[in-house]
Every structure is written in C-alpha cells, then in structure tokens.
Nanobody, 114 residues
Framework: VQLQASGGGLVQPGGSLRLSCAAS????????MGWYRQTPGKQRELVAV???????NYADSVRGRFTVSRDNAKNTVFLQMNSLKPEDTAVYYC?????????WGQGTQVTVSS
C-alpha cells in the first residue's frame, strides 16, 4: 500500500489549505483514513480521522476549523483546514488503517506564518 499526500505549504494566519492523500496498491480491507501531525520534539498526534462509513473524529484543537472527508471510489482522504493558526504548523501525515496493518504517507509540511 502506498499513500501519496499533497497540498501542504506556507499560509498566513487565518488562511486555508486543503490536503489530499490517495491510497494505492492492495487496498482491499481499507478501514479508517485520517491525518496526524508532528512537530520537532513532540509525539505524532491525531488531527482527524474518518471511517469507511463516514464517521469522523477530531482533535479538540482543530474541531470547528478543520474538516476531514474521503472519496471511497478513489481511496482518497482530504483535510480542509480553515482559520489556520501558527500552532497548526507541523508535518502532516496521512494514515490508512487495515485490520492487519497501519500505513503512513510521506508527510507534508504545513507552515502558518505571517
């Protein structure tokens, strides 16, 4: 299974970005897809996750600002990030869960700065 993420970049506070992550390969059994983020010296943390049936869960710090969605036909998960804050600056990783394994994308940098 390969995960290809895109959409990171530099944005001013209050701005928006949209991340995408497409899964390819042997994707039979794909369950939850989601996004995590990590900053230097800290553990990777959950940002948002969406099940195959569309149930979502968010970190408290992003709830109301970020929206996770997925296109099951294309095995793609999205993260719409609005009202971005400097503390959202991190490397964002997409994640795909299977009953037998857990896969990560390569990470995409999001920097929120004026």
């Amino acid at each position: 299974v390969q995960l290809q993420a895109s959409g990171g970049g530099l944005v001013q506070p209050g701005g928006s970005l949209r991340l995408s992550c497409a899964a390819s390969g042997s994707i039979f059994g794909l369950n939850d897809m989601g996004w995590y983020r990590q900053t230097p010296g800290k553990q990777r943390e959950l940002v948002a996750v969406i099940t195959s049936s569309g149930t979502t869960n968010y970190a408290d710090s992003v709830r109301g600002r970020f929206t996770v969605s997925r296109d099951n036909a294309k095995n793609t998960v999205f993260l719409q990030m609005n009202s971005l804050k400097p503390e959202d600056t991190a490397v964002y990783y997409c994640n795909a869960k299977f009953p037998w394994n857990n896969y990560w994308g390569q990470g995409t940098q999001v920097t929120v700065s004026s």
